[in-house]
């Protein structure tokens, strides 16, 4: 039974996009949202289990992409495609959200076979760019009509499917987070990056999400470029 816990727990991600998603298609955009956080949880814990107990398996490698990309993937896209629906005129523009169904398979599928990818990340992690999704519903409630005007545009949302889209099939070199020790001087950019979102959460809250994201992709290529 032990063995199976990476999977179970891989199987409880993917249920959190599946019941997700269904909440998105009633209306209920924040419950989806929770559900991408709840996933990504169990995301985090699946790989964890698997390294503490060394059980690898082509299979388990396989079920997680399929998971990440219902709830990373699917419902994120399912989030946009509501709020474009909601903020624009044009029939077939909700659709450009679920280019990140789309280039979130192909992101899927190239980190199964890129051995490149066991230290780092090459292109955005699903995860990221569902988490970066996540906190629309949340932003569109904010009293600042400015603010909420500037990132619920449909333009804006457009323009965020396409380059997260680009993002993830992309060849920049993204730091991960399988820490292999907890010496400081290995792991400092993963230190730093922890305490800034730490502190943007607290006093930002769930607004912050999306800003942690693009630091963490200006902080991998800060530090490629230090290189």
Not at 14 to 19: D, H, I, P
Request: net charge neutral.
């Amino acid at each position: 039974m032990i063995k199976h816990i990476p999977n179970f727990l891989t199987l409880c991600n993917l249920a959190c996009g599946c019941y997700g998603a269904v909440a998105v298609f009633k209306g209920d955009l924040q419950t989806g949202s929770i559900m991408i956080w709840a996933g990504a949880l169990f995301d985090f814990f699946d790989g964890f289990a698997a390294r503490v107990l060394k059980n690898f398996s082509s299979i388990g490698k396989d079920l997680d992409s399929l998971a990440d990309l219902i709830t990373f993937c699917f419902l994120p896209a399912s989030i946009l495609f509501v709020l474009i629906d909601q903020n624009s005129t044009i029939n077939w523009l909700p659709y450009v959200g679920y280019l990140l169904v789309l280039f979130g398979a192909l992101r899927l599928a190239k980190f199964n076979s890129d051995t490149r990818q066991s230290e780092n990340f090459y292109g955005l992690p699903v995860p990221a760019s569902g988490i970066f999704i996540s906190a629309f519903p949340f932003i569109s409630t904010i009293e600042n009509a400015g603010f909420n005007n500037a990132l619920t545009d449909y333009r804006t949302l457009v323009g965020i499917s396409i380059l997260l889209s680009i993002l993830m099939v992309s060849n920049i070199k993204l730091m991960s987070f399988k820490f292999k020790d907890i010496s400081f001087k290995t792991n400092w950019p993963r230190f730093l990056l922890i305490l800034i979102s730490l502190f943007l959460i607290i006093i930002f809250k769930i607004v912050a999400l999306p800003f942690i994201i693009i630091i963490y992709v200006v902080l991998s290529i800060a530090l490629n470029i230090a290189e």
